[in-house]
């Protein structure tokens, strides 16, 4: 049992903490023929399969390595490979691959195959979850709104076939968020938790502004404990 991360997002949808806790490391490395048959797109982050998925490679992976020569965004530097040895031994060694190539590019290219790409899916940047938690905070309010009846409590728990997420929001309107695996239990007793410690940890300290991101180490610590105290026990509290 696994709790990958833990949010806290404000009233307004703005993300004021994140700590990722255990978040696994996913990494693939096959060998293609041409064609390769993914729909490949360049990204910030770098070369990313828009479309296709096969052998576990879905879509959203994004090319880490090419015959074990790591992207550089969405370029492939081959001078930094090995050399390659020569016959003679008098001979300094060189590399068989000198250039520096666009990665769709050198993909499209049939004389390149067969090759080995290494595909692994990139940590969310800071700038990522602050949208996500944004339009996270707008499902929950558009749950809300769909509700048959009045006072809905909108979005607490949503499942995938990969994890889970659950939300508690506090009478405030803070929302308190964990992805966990499938098989954690007792998430809610963690969220109402770290509830508390929010209250403690945070709003008790005259050094800390409402609505801001939390920057007490206490609480970040605290948090940590509850969650390592779920996974091992099954109860948040000591």
């Known amino acids: 049992m696994v709790v990958y991360s833990f949010y806290v997002i404000n009233r307004s949808g703005g993300l004021i903490f994140s700590y990722e806790h255990s978040i696994p490391k996913i990494e693939l490395e096959k060998t293609f023929s041409y064609p390769l048959g ?4 360049p990204g910030d982050k770098g070369v990313v399969v828009q479309f296709g998925q096969r ?7 994004t090319i880490i390595a090419i015959n074990g020569v790591p992207a550089r965004r969405n370029n492939i530097d081959f001078s930094s490979a090995p050399p390659t040895a020569t016959a003679n031994d008098d001979e300094p060694p060189t590399s068989s691959l000198t250039n520096s190539y666009d990665i769709i590019e050198y993909l499209s290219d049939p004389s390149h195959y067969p090759v080995a790409i290494k ?6 940047a800071g700038n990522e979850k602050l949208i996500l938690s944004s339009i996270f905070h707008s499902m929950y309010a558009i749950a809300c709104q769909l509700s048959p009846e009045l006072n809905s409590s909108g979005i607490r728990e949503l499942e995938t076939d990969q994890y889970k997420l659950y939300c508690f929001q506090s009478i405030t309107g803070i929302k308190f968020v964990a992805l966990t695996d499938l098989k954690q239990t007792n998430v809610d007793a963690l969220l109402r938790r770290s509830y508390e410690l929010h209250s403690d940890y945070a709003l008790k300290n005259p050094f800390y502004s409402l609505e801001q991101p939390i920057w007490c180490p206490l609480f970040q610590q605290t948090v940590q404990q509850a969650i390592d105290l779920l996974e091992r026990t099954g109860s948040p509290y000591a």
């Open 55 to 61: 052998d576990g490679i879905k879509v959203g992976h």
């Open 119 to 124: 595909f692994g899916r990139t940590r969310l």
């Open 38 to 41: 993914f729909v490949l797109t």
